[in-house]
C-alpha cells in the first residue's frame, strides 16, 4: 500500500497534485520522468490503445492488468479510472478489492449507467440516481481496507447539460456518502462553469478534481485558490503519440528510407533506457556465474623488487613503485589484471601491500591489506594474511605479472583441488631467476602442440633449479 501512502502525502504537501493520463507502462514511465506526481490509468487512452471504443468493451481485468503495468513500471501512484464501477454496487465491491489488493493508489468512479460511453462522445450521457451512485460510494468505503486508498467521486452533471444546481447537488450528496474528493468534468470550450461550481463547492473543503481537456487555456496557477487539489492532463499523452506516429509513418511512406525520420525520433538506446535493459546486465552481473563470483583473489604485491640481479627497469621499479603499479601503456599491471579478473566474474580481489604501501590508493574495489612485517618474512606470510577463515576457492596471482585471460580461465575452472599455472622451461630459462617443477608429461620444446586440458601431474616444486625440471611456474595457482 506504498503508494496510496504516497498519494495521501503529495496532497498533504502539494499545493496542486499534478496527474498525466496513461496507458502502458513505458508511458508510465515517461510521466514519472517528466516530474509529474502521479499517472492516471486513462480508459480513454487504455482502450484507444487497444484500438477499441471507450464504452466498457474492455473488462475489468484488462483496465486493471494496464493500471499494474504503469503501477510497476514506475514509482508514482496511479490513479486509475474505473468508469462506473463496471456494474453495479456489487461490481463496484469487487473492483475496489482488487484495485487496492493490487497496489494502485486511488480509483474514480462517475455518475452514468454502464456501459458508459466516453464523456465527449455524442450527445447522449444518461446519469446514474443520486441514490444509486451514493450506495456505490458507500459500498466503496465499507470495502476499502486502508484509509489512505482514495475514492473519488466524478460528476458528469455538467457533461449531460443538466445545469450547474444539479452538479452542486451531487457534489454534497458524494461527499456525505464518503467521497474523499470530487472530480467535476466538464465539456464546455472555456472553465467558466468550472470556476463558478469550485467557488460555490470549495467551502465544503473537499479537494476538487478537474480534467481540462477542452478548456486548456485554464493554467494550474489559477486551480488552488479555488479549491482544485489535483489537475489531471487525461489524455494528451496518447494524442500526442499518434500526432508523432502518423507523421513519421507519413515521411517514410513518402521518401521509402528512414534518413528523414532518423533525425527526429529517439534513438534505440533511449528505449532500451526506458525498457532498463541496463538491469539486465547489471543482474547478471552479480548473480549470474556465481561461482567465478565466489572465488577469493590475493595478490601478494608486498616484497621489494629484487636487488642486484637485475637490469636498468628493475632498478627504476625499486626506487620508485611496487612493481605491480607500473604502467604499461598507460595502465599499472595491477588494474590490468584487475580488469581481466573483473572479466571473469572474479570481484573480490585483495591486494596484500608492504614495500611503498602508500603507493596503493583505495578504491573501494580491491581490498589493501598490509603486511608490516614484509621485510622480515616471505611470500607465503603474505598469502596467508589474505586467506579467509572460511573455506574458498581461491586464486593466488603473483603481482608483476600479467596474465592472459584465457589462462586464468582455465585455472578457475580447473575441477582439480588445486591448479597451477606452468609453462615450458626453455633452455635459457636454466638457472635464472624462477620457480621450477617437475611434471608428468614433458612440454612439446620443438615443433607443433595442441593445448589440451589433460592433467598434467606435478611431481616437484622448488625454488632451485633441479635436473629434471621441465617447466616453470607462472605465477597463478
Ligand atoms: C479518461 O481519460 O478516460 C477520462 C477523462 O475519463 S476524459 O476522457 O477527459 O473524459
Ligand atoms: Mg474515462
Known sequence: ????????????????????????????????????????????????????PDANILTMTQYLERAIEMNDSSSLPVIADCDTGYGNVNNVIHMIESYEKSGISSVCIEDKLFPKVNSFFGNKQPLASISEFCGKLEAAKATKKNKDFMVIARIEALIARQGMKEALKRAYEYSDAGADAILIHSKEKSPVEIIEFCKKFKSRKIPIVVVPTTYPKFHENLMPNLGIKMVIYANQVIRSSVTSIEKTLQKISKNKNLLSVDKEIVPVKKIFDLQSMNSLKENEEKYLDSDNKR?????????????????????????????CLIKIKGESILKRNKR?????????IKVITGFKSESFKKNGEIQLIKNEDYNNCEQIDSIMAGLNNKFQDTLILFSDVLFDRSIISKLINSKHDISIGIDKLSLNNRKKYADYLEAEHDPVLEGRSLLNNEKNLIKKFSKKYFKNSNYEFIGAI
Open 340 to 348: 581481466m579478473l573483473n572479466s571473469l566474474g572474479l570481484k573480490i
Open 295 to 323: 572465488i577469493l583473489t590475493i595478490i601478494p604485491a608486498a616484497g621489494k623488487p629484487p636487488k642486484g640481479k637485475t637490469d636498468k627497469i628493475d632498478k627504476f621499479i625499486e626506487s620508485r613503485y611496487p612493481v
Open 1 to 52: 500500500m506504498k503508494n496510496s501512502k504516497n498519494l495521501k502525502a503529495i496532497f498533504e504537501k502539494n499545493k496542486l497534485v499534478r496527474i498525466v493520463g496513461a496507458h502502458d507502462g513505458i508511458t508510465a514511465k515517461l510521466i514519472s520522468r517528466a516530474g509529474f506526481e502521479g499517472v492516471w490509468a486513462s480508459g480513454l487512452e487504455i482502450s484507444a490503445s487497444y484500438g477499441v
